[in-house]
């Protein structure tokens, strides 16, 4: 073998290196990011799977009180019984979007009724699912950030190139509906 033909099958070699090198740390990158994604979503239903849980418990606290807002109390049902685990996520997200919504307008109906309002499991069902729709809210905002580093991974080159190859596509953000963007006020405090 001649020094010149040596020295290209080197070359060669290395090249094959390097590129290999870059398609293996690539390709592991972007399946860290994807678990992380995974892990991020899954800690947000563990939350929504918790208020699903309590919901019906503030319903049924509320119910013989409320007799006559029973449109409130079937909407929060509903939006409830609308949740299912095995959904793809932009689905989740609309529901919960949709319980969020009628668990807000629930406590609103709940703020016209003192009698209501002062009962202590009613004050701490309405906490904790308060607490719990602020676990949801922090965990939402970590799973968009796994969500924008992963996107925005696959769309830089190199990995671009191979996310055509392994068919890595953006997934969905968890975006909030406008009503959603505003915290209502409400105060659950017994008078």
Known sequence: MS???????FAIVLVVVIV??????????VVALRNRIRKAWANVDVAL???HDQLPNLVEAVRG???FEQDVLEE?????????????IPRQAAVSDQTSAAVRSLFAVVERYPEVRSGANVAALQAEIARLEDVIADRRE????QVFRYNTRIAQVPTNVLAGI??????????????????PAVDIRTA
């Open 49 to 51: 799977k918790q208020r």
């Open 65 to 67: 009180v409320m007799a």
């Open 166 to 183: 392994f068919g890595w596509t953006p997934e969905p953000f968890f975006a909030a509906d406008g009503a959603e963007r505003e915290r």
């Open 76 to 88: 929060v049902t509903r939006a409830r019984a609308a949740y299912a685990a095995e959904d793809p």
């Open 142 to 145: 970590l799973y968009n950030d």
């Open 3 to 9: 020094p010149s033909t040596g020295a290209a099958l």
């Open 20 to 29: 290999g090198f870059v398609v293996v740390t690539t390709y592991n990158a």
